[in-house]
């Protein structure tokens, strides 16, 4: 673990995920918790991406599939499964990964923004370029966003 | 878990809390005030009531240090008076005024209640405002600070005593006021020194901003101490001047009641707060978090005392057993006490909602060129505090509603041989254990066979169908998601804009909404409310895998579901009931994945009533009648169908039926084929 503090370099923390074999990031300071996979209650008339609702500890919130909502084959969850719960502004939302790896500590220039917003990658922040690895930063905001808008683009 | 709350600490924090709380509940009667006064010009006992409001509140905004307020409220009161002695009218122009102020107030009061820095009232509509008052004579620069100098002095027994034994000492009582050079550099600082060089000579007894306050960094423009010195005015001066930033110095003998504040004349006079407190302010955060394990227990006291009952009949001679059912049906009873006084604790007057109203539908129409007579009615109804939220939003929406688009303009108004101005009329009322607002006006009405026009064009129904719906359902429509947006409607028949959010929350909470309209002459807008949210009762079906509750105040029966009830009309099927037939939907269909428990033997009918329209849902199984807490569906603004979700006690999640809704879905896919 080699954490190297430059002076006057801005960090930003990471919590470092997989999903359909690529390695994704989303920026921490949007993460509640991260809890296994609960039951979880199918919503009817919900978008394809809604897995449905969970109890969590008595608050109810929405679980989305990630890799529904990124255009990925499902799949089905196994012991490494986990739900990010993030706060959606209204509220928590749990997003469903396939596993949750690590929590990192990068310097903000390590982000690119390559491809960033392009076309068909409108939930890309940027890449986090780590050397020998690289990191897909989404941007959660736009992940969980109003769905009426990706409807119509998926 | 929510974090345990310092209690000792944050006494002070408190104090400004009751100060928000209090100033907003000032200022509302000030702004209701001032709307009525309008109206009736020469009511000397509204005039009284809000000079006492402006009085009240020049006095506590400047003990907590918020000289601007003190001072703009100062120049009310003084207009008030004036106002009383003939010296000034209340005109519309004079109104648009003071309710400008009463919005800077309002401002002042939520940046001071969240921490935010307070800006000073600018000094363009304080002369405005101080031009109302004519000719009378500008007011003390000092006379806020010395007011709030004596009501400190006033609330301390430490500091009367201080200022006995000093004067017993021969030694003499100033009040020293001071003003900074704009903008106010680290003038906190400035405080304490002046506080320093005045100690040198003089014992400072009380300050505004007191101590406390400057300790908060709270911003200074005007800084007053009341100090007890045996030496002259002159040396105090020359202390406090040399102090850097400081622009005047004004130091005055120390008189009770102090010089510029006249004390208000009888007519005006400012009731004591004598008698002995009855009620008690309650963080409304602290209430519903109270309200929420209250409602969590009444889930599972429900499932303690199924698995009482279980156990009793496992081991039934059991003694621990036996108290352990007579402990829990103990607890049942105190449960259901304990929620029915948490549901009384909730109950509001509407008028907490209704309040802002008349200022609202004032603006509207000033906005629009209308003239509004606005009516409220039944402001005393007093509902849980839980739905007033709910459907807050609902109500303005379908006020703004009624003055924006219903009623018509003055000229058109006259053509149409209406009077010019326009009635809307909000009420409130109890009727057979449900609360009912509605929202009424008497503008331009909306054209049935537009809206059924449009709905044929969006693809909401077919044009067979459409000839053959009735008024009330043509309605029904303008509470469909996919017709709010349609602004023709809107600029047309003057409706149709977010009635579908209108109707999700007040199906949230149980309710039900009516619309009535008459082209030419009106609509009016019914929201049927439960007294309560707290917990209502829920029946709890199952539909494949997914558990359903539905309100029980929609259920009107229920029955298993054989074949030979079923027929089919139309290709639809309907469930015949007592000679009659009503639109049988399986939930299956519309919910489930569409499997094979459709035709479960052993599948039962609820049939569920909204207004007129009955209708059979087809489920896989009824499970049990419960007390059922709903809550949002968070951060998801829509779900058709779902109103709501609830935590079983188990912690598995049921979804709460949009039962309106589907009935009116059900109804207008078949049109009136199924009747």
Redesign the interface.
Known sequence: MAEREEQGQEERQIVVFSLAGETCGMDISAVREIIRMP?V??????PRF?EG???LR?????ILDLRKRLHQEAVAPDKETRVVVVD??????GVIVDAVTEVLRIPEDAVEGAGAGAEGREHVRGIVNMGERLIVLLDMTKV?A?RERDEALA | MAEPRAQAGDTADRELAVFAEEAAELLQSLEDGLLRLERAPDDRGELSELFRAAHTLKGTSAMVGLAGMSEVTHVMEDFFSAVRDGQATISSAVTDTLLESVDMLKEMRRRFSVGEPVAEPPTAHLSLLRGLTGGAPPARRDAPELAALASALEASAAAQEVLRRARSAGHKAYSVCVEFEEPPDRAGVRCYQILNALEESAVAIESVPSKADLDHGAPVQRFAALVAAGVGKGELRAAVSAVTGVRSVAIRAWRRPPPGEEPPRTEFAVSPEAQARRTMRVDLERLDGLM?TVG?LVVDRTRMGELARVLQRKYERDAVVQELCGTSAHLFRLVDELNDAMSQVRMVPISTLFATFPRMVRDLARNTAKVVEFRLEGEETELDRGVINEIKDAVIHLLRNAVDHGIEGPAERQAAGKPEAGTVLVAARHEQGRIVVSVEDDGSGIDAALVSARAVDRGLVTQQAAERMSDGDIWDLLFEPGFSTSERVTETSGRGVGMDVVRRSVSAVGGLVELQSVHGSGTTVTLRLPLTLATFQGLLVRVG???FAIPVSYVQETAKLDRQGVSTVLGAEVLRLRGGTVPLVRMSE???DGGASSNTPGGAVVVVRAGERPLALGVDELLAQRDVVA???????S????AG???LGD?????ILDTPALIAKVSRERGRAAR
């Open positions: 039951q209650t199918r919503l009817p008339s919900a809604v609702v969970a109890n008595g608050n109810v919130i929405p959606g502004g209204d509220g928590d939302i969980i109003p | 929420n969590e895998e997914a558990l519309l919910y489930g809550k949002p569906l968070q951060a998801m603004e779900c058709e169908g779902i979700t609830s935590v912690g598995t999640v049921a979804l």
